[in-house]
DNA sequence: AGCACGCCGACT
DNA sequence: GTCGGCGTGCTC
């Protein structure tokens, strides 16, 4: 058997057009050290310049017939671009019409040498442990073991309560759920990847997972870490050992060898969507490695989302449910006097007043109230219902005041517009106004009880079962050891009235995992809320709810019903784009002018369609990356063409 | 991104 | 004749 003379490797550029693999030379010096996912410095087009590099794979012969350039160097020994990763990062950034090496960033920290000689020089001391698998409470006995011994797909609808964990520390119970799910991975021999949206979640799940498994078997990658320790903890990743990884979105890249399950926990949650090109979400990476791997998949959450609905309706993921069901008392309440003064100036009704006082005679209550500040939108100026697009139902914006208003959307203008709810022809500015309750207005509501403020600027993790009123703002809300003994959900009518595709789906969301906060039984107060989503949370079915969520979608054909592409870029370079898309013009909304150099038109196309659209996009960036920098002589100023897949952001913008 | 290649106007 | 202008295209 000869050795492979020709070394594949991935180049470490941001250019789309050089998004493939190109073939080097291996010199003498190199045969030994030139082997697949190691890190390489290579020349790129004349010698003098070099770049950095994946080796991805050795050949006998490329599928290139040029003169080969040699690789220069190999950085390290250590093969950090496995080829499971690296299948994956190829096959994700191809759905998302972006390029490989992105996703490689992600999935691989920057390189630290200190760290890497330290790893490099361990004993390896490998002690046998045996871990005890834990059986997973509150499911149906062995329902979730089994989905994991066989690699099933599972939407798990999670426990709305919250445990103290012997450690002392208060966690929801989903931490435990996914912790004891672990452990039978880990007794296996194999490993886990659980991904949460923040550091808040990890803490509690590394909490949880400690309780049930040996502090060595845990991993963290998530953002917050200094390099070093990002480093270090992604090294260990490589290594034999059963181990559970956690963290935020980067973490279902990481490369962990005889993968049992992904978990990913709150789905909803905002910072699951990569924010960095090729903005994929972790529920999208983690579905495709699923497929990859064949390892099972836990998607968990107190609420559920139209995508997870969807994947639930095509037979993609099965439900499990808690067993027995775990049924919170909402209340929901419309305004009204509460005839007390102070309650009254706060806005809080009486029969939740009265409720909120009882219990704080017996420990905390949660008092959640919406972030400050929230975008403008026109609405009807006669029943004040939000003013939409007669053609796509987007919302209708205005740029400045005695503008004709115009869809956000697809942008129509909006002529001759009528209300669809009362036939009134004028719309006014909404938002803007509304008198935002203070904490000190809860407080004096409350006179003589302990306030804690919990919110973006003062964050509160912990709170004790000591009487208390703690004022938080969504998704910011503290724990409470013992649960609350009640939970006001004060500013649902504001949540409720900002203008997103998603507004209901998140305020679900919201409350629901407010709610999960309560002590078993204690009473939750949604206030002037009422109809289906008062109805959704009274009897705790959130996958109902997300099922007729999922059917209007389908009516309008908006996601996750259809794919869509969001394209920006000169109104040239996105028309183009638009034209070999072969979308039919009912499903391009737009364009509509973002600068005065760039539009933004948005595809929606069927999940069958998805791929092959993915693939002629992409080579439209690359053809516009390259051929004719359009206009401006190649300068900067040459406007790139982007092209995002399954944004629902401009579906976000009133 | 850089950088070389190449095909038309003023130069010793 | 040929030096060099920048538009065009490629990077193993």
């Known amino acids: 058997m ?224 200094s390099n070093p320790d990002r480093y270090r903890g992604f090294l260990r990743c490589l290594g034999d050992e059963p181990l559970v990884v956690i963290g935020n979105r980067s973490a279902v890249y990481a490369p962990a060898r005889d993968l049992g399950l992904i978990a990913v926990w709150d789905d909803g949650d905002a910072l699951q969507r990569e924010p960095l090109a090729p903005y994929v979400h972790a529920r999208d990476a983690a579905l495709v490695r699923q497929e990859q791997q064949g390892c099972a998949l836990i998607m968990l959450g107190h609420a559920r989302t139209t995508e997870v609905e969807r994947l639930v309706e095509v037979g993609w993921l099965h439900e499990v449910r808690p067993a027995p069901s775990v049924i919170p008392k909402v209340v929901p309440t419309a305004y009204q006097s509460a005839n007390d003064p102070l309650a009254d100036r706060a806005r809080i009704p009486s029969s939740a007043w009265h409720a909120a006082r009882e219990a704080l005679a017996r420990g905390p209550v949660l008092v959640q109230v919406a972030r400050p500040g929230y975008s403008p939108q026109l609405a009807c100026a006669e029943c004040g219902q939000t003013a939409r697009c007669v053609r796509c139902e987007g919302p209708l914006a205005q740029r400045q005041s005695g503008d004709v208003p115009a869809c956000a959307w697809c942008g129509a203008l909006a002529i001759g517009w009528r209300c ?130 999922l059917a209007d979608r389908r009516r309008l054909r908006f996601p996750p019903a259809v794919r869509v592409a969001t394209l920006t870029g000169s109104i040239d370079a996105v028309e183009s784009a638009v034209r070999v898309s072969g979308v039919d013009a009912g499903d391009v909304l737009g364009p509509v002018d973002i600068d005065s150099a760039r539009v933004r038109t948005i595809l929606r196309f069927d999940y069958a369609r998805g791929s092959e659209i993915a693939a002629v996009l992409r080579a439209e960036v690359v053809r516009a990356a390259t051929s004719r920098r359009r206009g401006a002589r190649g300068r900067p100023g040459a406007i790139p063409l982007r092209v995002r897949m399954d944004d629902i952001e401009p579906f976000l913008e009133s």
């Open 2 to 225: 000869s050795r492979a003379r020709i070394a594949r490797v991935l180049v470490d550029s941001p250019l789309p057009q050089l998004d493939r693999l190109f073939d080097y030379g291996i010199p003498d010096g190199l045969v030994d050290a030139v082997v697949p996912g190691v890190r390489v410095r290579v020349p790129l087009r004349s010698a003098g310049r070099v770049s950095d590099g994946f080796v991805v794979e050795l050949a006998d012969a490329g599928d290139y017939s040029g003169p080969l350039s040699e690789i220069e160097s190999v950085v390290s020994p250590l093969r950090v671009l496995t080829e499971d990763v690296w299948t994956l990062a190829r096959r994700v950034s191809e759905r998302a019409a972006g390029s490989a090496i992105d996703i490689v960033r992600l999935a691989i920290p920057t390189r630290q040498v200190r760290v890497e000689k330290a790893f490099l020089a361990r004993i390896e001391s490998a002690p046998i442990r045996v871990i005890e698998p834990a059986a997973v409470e509150h499911y149906a006995p062995g329902v979730v073991e089994s989905a994991i011994a066989r690699g099933e797909r599972v939407a798990v609808d999670a426990v709305p309560l919250v445990t103290e964990l012997s450690s002392g520390i208060t966690v929801g119970a989903w931490a435990l759920t996914l912790a004891q799910a672990a452990t039978h991975v880990l007794a296996a021999g194999r490993r886990a990847i659980l991904v949460v949206p923040d550091y808040r979640d990890q803490d509690q799940l590394q909490a949880a997972l400690e309780e049930v498994l040996p502090a060595e078997c845990i991993v963290r990658l998530d953002a917050r870490q």
């Open 420 to 549: 669809r709810h009362c036939d009134a022809d004028r719309v006014r500015l909404l938002g803007a106004a509304g008198a935002s309750r203070t904490a000190e207005d809860l407080g004096r509501a409350f006179p003589g009880v302990r306030v804690i403020i919990a919110d973006g600027e003062r964050p509160v993790q912990h709170v004790d079962d000591r009487p208390a009123l703690v004022i938080a703002t969504r998704g910011a809300e503290p724990i409470a050891r013992g649960g609350y003994r009640a939970v006001l959900l004060l500013d649902g009518e504001r949540m409720i009235a900002r203008e997103s595709l998603r507004v209901a789906e998140d305020c679900v969301r919201w409350w629901s995992n407010a709610i999960a906060l309560a002590a078993r039984g204690a009473p939750c107060y949604l206030v002037g809320i009422g109809g289906e989503l008062a109805r959704a949370l009274v009897t705790w079915n959130q996958a109902g709810f997300a099922r007729s969520e």
